[in-house]
């Protein structure tokens, strides 16, 4: 068997896998809301100031001010809290789950027929 022809054939395949994917409506949605995400200013402020507060918890822990300490993972917590409830970070959410069924489904589609052929040639 010359590996290198089917090598190309499985190459192929695969691309045109990944065209049709790139093509699907599910993930067309996604990458949509990602890229929403991705450019949200008031996301993006709240991502840092979530990464300092837990910084400021961490710098307050080593120094020894257990009061300030839980008030930063309070405040952490408060903004943690507010990022998992935007409609976005929401939205987000939902289509990402959307997409990673279908692409469990189609995982699921290729192992069979993977498996099925191997029982057929015996294997």
Not at 13 to 20: F, P, T
Not at 75 to 101: C, G, I, K, M
Request: net charge negative.
């Amino acid at each position: 068997m010359d590996y290198s022809i089917g090598d190309k054939n499985i190459e192929a395949e695969l691309d045109k896998l990944l065209e049709m994917l790139d093509q699907n409506e599910t993930i067309q949605r996604y990458k949509q809301i990602e890229q929403r995400v991705k450019n949200n200013e008031k996301l993006t402020q709240l991502v840092e100031e979530i990464k300092q507060a837990q910084k400021d918890a961490v710098q307050f822990a080593h120094y020894g001010k257990p009061t300030a300490e839980q008030e930063a993972i309070k405040r952490a917590d408060e903004l943690t809290a507010q990022f998992d409830e935007h409609p976005l970070v929401v939205a987000y959410r939902e289509q990402l789950s959307e997409a990673n069924d279908l692409l469990q489904h189609i995982t699921a589609m290729i192992q069979r027929g993977i498996n099925d052929q191997l029982e057929k040639e015996g294997l």
